[in-house]
Each structure stands twice: as C-alpha cells, then as structure tokens.
C-alpha cells in the first residue's frame, strides 16, 4: 500500500482549501472523526458478539 508523506498531505490540504474554504473545513473534519468514531464502535460491537458467541 503506498504511503501519503508531507507533501501529499499539504496539496490535500491545499485542495480541500481551494474547494470547500477554511470555514467548512472545521465541520468536515468533525463529521470524519463522528464518523469514524461510529464506525469503531460498531466494529467493536461486532467483535464483542462473535467473541461472546459459543463456537459450533
């Protein structure tokens, strides 16, 4: 899998400026760690079950 250094992280940044400005970036941001913060408490759910669940 290819890694983003420096340099690519600063022409996404400068990408996502050009496109949404600086007063939505706060709001995107937020919304990406809601959702990611979701997205790792389902995943944990679901492990939690299938470790909770007897094996056949």
């Known amino acids: 899998m290819m890694t983003v250094g420096i340099p ?6 400068l990408i996502l400026l ?3 400005g600086p007063k939505k970036l706060p709001e995107l941001g937020q919304a ?4 990611l913060k979701e997205f790792k408490k389902s995943t944990n759910e679901l492990t939690n079950e ?3 669940q007897p094996k056949k």
């Not at 990406?32 to 959702?35: A, D, E, S």
């Open 8 to 13: 690519g992280l600063i022409l996404i940044i």
């Open 18 to 20: 050009i496109i949404f």
């Open 32 to 35: 990406l760690g809601q959702t």
């Open 50 to 52: 299938q470790e909770d």
